[in-house]
């Protein structure tokens, strides 16, 4: 039987230009987002864009599948878009943990960012550091919940010897 394998697409990069475009998203509580890029994007432009309504995400990059290494979305640029009026149940802007390189600047209204080498800066000095305590309080949570997975791994192994065999307590009497 021949093996079925997975085509390789980290080669494949798609970049784009998104730009000057009015999004509004109603009634999502977080399924729907904004202007999100997904796999294997890399040096695209998000530029000018408004985006209004309640959202789960109003603008990010992530992975198809969650854990995909492979089709990364990286170097990527946000550039002034509009969501200062943006209801957002994650938040404003989302990188998850397999986004790398990509950049955004102005206004950051919120931001979780799980991916490496990420750039989010805002011009308001006051707004910039409460974004500098919650990257920091992020990456707490990042590292604890990796160490709590980590950690866990021994307790899902099971012992041969505990386990249960409902025919040798019978044989033993």
């Not at 990042?142 to 307790?155: H, K």
């Amino acid at each position: 039987m021949a093996s079925r394998t997975r085509p390789v697409t980290s080669q494949l990069r798609l970049s784009a230009v998104v730009e000057h475009n009015s999004v509004t998203v109603h009634n999502s509580a977080t399924f729907f987002n904004g202007i999100v890029l997904l796999g294997a994007v890399s040096q695209s432009t998000i530029q000018g864009n408004k985006v209004i309504g309640d959202v789960g995400v109003a603008m990010g990059a992530g992975a198809i599948f969650p854990g995909d290494q492979i089709d990364q979305p990286i170097s990527n640029r946000f550039f002034f878009n509009d969501i200062a009026s943006v209801l957002a149940s994650i938040s404003a802007i989302f990188f998850d943990s397999t986004t790398m390189n990509n950049i955004v600047r102005g206004l950051c209204v919120s931001v979780i960012d799980l991916g490496t080498g990420n750039d989010v800066s805002d011009r308001n000095p006051r707004r910039q550091a409460a974004l500098n305590v919650m990257a920091t309080r992020q990456q707490q949570i990042q590292r604890a919940l990796q160490a709590q997975s980590g950690a866990r791994a021994p307790l899902n192994r099971v012992d041969p010897a505990l386990t249960y065999r409902p025919n040798s307590f019978w044989s033993s009497l």
